[in-house]
């Protein structure tokens, strides 16, 4: 089973789930780059990107190396912005037509809201959503121990994840076979 990890990260929380991810199940990985560059912590920043979440934004992208339909299993990071998923995946799906996968989606934001991933999911209809799973900035701990703990309930969780897929794929391989 070839499995990726696609993913936007603006402060590295995404990033380092993601990393913490690909590094258990042994996944590529492949960091979303916006061309025009977001200062992170500035206040136009946070007006900035509130207008481009509201409008529905696409902003430009650089390309990556990944194909993203050439993988079984595909876990999507996004950092939360304003209860909603990062406008970059706007630009990815209008591109990219990701259908018939397995998709595990993931984000990382300030509280402990899903809203975002509800929403991610609607980009994602003619795909298999097989989990979501929010974390709360898992970088921004102050005891080291908090921020390794909540890195390896990721990991943790995407393995899970990896396994129950591979079972579904193997058991769709079968009633395949069974049809023919």
Sequence with gaps: ?????????????????????????GADSAKLVRVDRVRPYTPFRRFKARMEVLRKKKPGLFPFKWDP?????????????????NPVFNTL??????????????????????????????????????DKKHLVEPIWWDDDAQCEAALKEAADWAQEVAERTEKVLEEEEMNRRLVY
């Design 69 to 85: 339909r050439d993988y079984d299993l595909i876990f999507i990071g996004t950092p939360v912005w304003f209860d909603s998923y």
């Design 1 to 25: 089973m070839k499995v990726l990890v696609l993913y936007y990260s603006l402060d590295g929380n995404t990033e380092a789930v993601a990393n913490a991810i690909s590094e258990r199940i």
């Design 93 to 130: 799906f209008s591109v990219i037509k990701i259908y018939d996968r397995k998709i595990a989606l993931f984000s990382c934001g300030e509280t402990e809201s899903t809203k975002a991933l509800n929403k991610f999911s609607d980009l994602l209809q003619e795909s298999v959503i097989m």
